[in-house]
């Protein structure tokens, strides 16, 4: 089992800068992915950021530019940092593990902290 904890949530104006941290402990495989993934009223959850062990990152469109996703390794821990917030990148934002293990996936999510960016 994979243990996932976020912090760094909170309410931010418009154009400022948030930074989300995720505390990962547990039974975590050598081949992982960590991301981050967002889910805002009346939407589905959606991909923001995912990072590699080795540091391929990806990033929805909405975001590149603005979000930069990062890990330590060392301290399996996962980051997102977010600039120049918008209103609409208000959701609740949930850290994702995936252990990978030859063909098989393990995923873990973690319970969330809301980030509100207000106009």
């Known amino acids: 089992q994979v243990q996932l904890v976020e912090s760094g949530g909170g309410l931010v104006q418009a154009g400022g800068s948030l930074r989300l941290s995720c505390a990962a402990s547990?039974?975590?495989?050598?081949?992982?992915?960590m991301g981050w993934y967002r889910q805002a009223p009346g939407k589905q959850r959606e991909l923001v950021a995912d990072?590699?062990?080795?540091?391929?990152?990806n990033y929805v469109d909405s975001v590149k530019g603005r979000f930069t996703i990062s890990r330590d390794n060392a301290k399996d821990m996962a980051y997102l940092q977010m600039n120049s917030m918008k209103p609409e990148d208000t959701a609740v934002y949930y850290c994702?593990?995936?252990?990978?293990?030859?063909?098989?996936?393990?995923?873990?999510w973690g319970q969330g902290t809301q980030v509100t960016v207000s106009s």
């Open positions: 990072i590699s062990r080795g540091g391929n990152t």
């Open positions: 994702n593990l995936k252990n990978y293990n030859l063909a098989t996936k393990y995923e873990y």
């Open positions: 547990g039974n975590i495989f050598s081949v992982n992915t």
